[in-house]
């Protein structure tokens, strides 16, 4: 429940949304943005122990990197004006994953975007002020790599609406600075953090199915262990993974299995 100190663009819009997840990574290219999707669409699809799915958003505030709408298929969409505000791209006919990316606003997907700080600001307002979210149990944003303004200025709206992050990182994690300097946002910022991924942990070998720890195994849960965060789990490497984004959302579900049951006990802990 929101405190009298939201902003009240926000707070009609937000009003109905009962988890709000930041995706952090301490830098780029751990797959913070490949383990966004798969959880937004794990979380929406019927599972058995979710027969009715969750309603999911995901947002990209990947300002200069837009990459969802790419690994979701949703390419060349486009966002739609309503009398209401802004309508998102629904990932799936049932409309139980509603995406919203700065990608689906760029003419060609080559563009980026150099803004500045204010604009920006502006930006982040407008996706969380502007979007008829409507009634949901995840608002998942996969924000870009790093601590940056976005976060600031994300965690300054978002603050009184009790959002929850989750941090991405590899095997490799054990040591990075890059690592604990997203820890140290989350605590300047009283951000609670669920837990912590290992993502890209050990090869699943596409001909005989058998898992091999190409870069070493544990870097992460060994983070989580040293820092007293919980560890929600791993995700292999998987060739199939991009391919996969694009067409079976039954498959991935399978992938990040414990993740999501992890993700979902603690979300009812904390609540
Ligand atoms: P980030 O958002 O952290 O920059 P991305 O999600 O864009 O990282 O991932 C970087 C690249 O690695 C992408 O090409 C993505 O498809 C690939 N990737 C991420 N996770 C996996 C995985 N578990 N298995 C295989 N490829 C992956």
Redesign the pocket.
């Known amino acids: 429940s929101a405190t009298a100190n939201a902003d009240p663009k926000l707070q009609r819009r937000l009003a109905d949304v009962k988890n709000i997840i930041l995706v952090l ?1 301490g830098k ?9 999707a798969q959880l937004a669409l794990s979380l929406s699809s019927p599972s058995p122990s979710r027969p009715v799915p969750s309603r999911v958003a995901l947002l990209d505030v ?1 300002l200069t ?1 837009p ?1 969802i709408p790419r ?1 979701l298929g949703l390419d060349g969409q486009s966002i739609r004006q309503s009398q209401d505000g802004w309508v998102p791209v629904y990932a799936d006919a049932s409309q139980s994953l509603a995406v919203m990316s700065v990608g689906f606003l760029l003419k060609s997907k080559n563009d980026s975007v150099v803004w500045r700080g204010p604009k920006k600001n502006a930006m982040i307002r407008q996706f969380l002020g502007d979007v008829r979210w409507g009634s949901l149990d995840y608002l998942i944003i ?1 924000t870009p ?1 790093g601590t940056s303004d976005e976060h600031i200025s994300i965690m300054e709206y978002l603050h009184p609406f009790n959002p929850k992050a989750v941090l ?1 990182t590899t095997p490799q994690a054990i040591s990075l600075a890059d690592n604990l300097r997203s820890l140290d946002f989350c605590k300047k910022t009283g951000l609670p953090l669920i837990g912590l991924i290992e ?2 942990s050990g090869y699943i070998c596409p001909h005989c199915a058998e898992c091999t720890n190409v870069w070493g195994k544990g870097g992460g849960e060994a983070l989580a262990n040293r820092e007293g965060i919980r560890f929600l789990g791993r ?5 199939k ?2 391919r996969v ?1 694009d067409d079976a959302k039954e498959e991935v579900a399978r992938k990040d299995g414990e993740v999501i049951n992890n993700l979902e006990g603690d979300l009812r802990i904390m609540q």
């Open positions: 990574s780029g290219g751990v797959g913070k943005s490949s383990v966004s990947d990197g990459s690994m996969d790599p991405v993502n890209m995700i292999p490497i998987d060739p993974l991009v984004l």
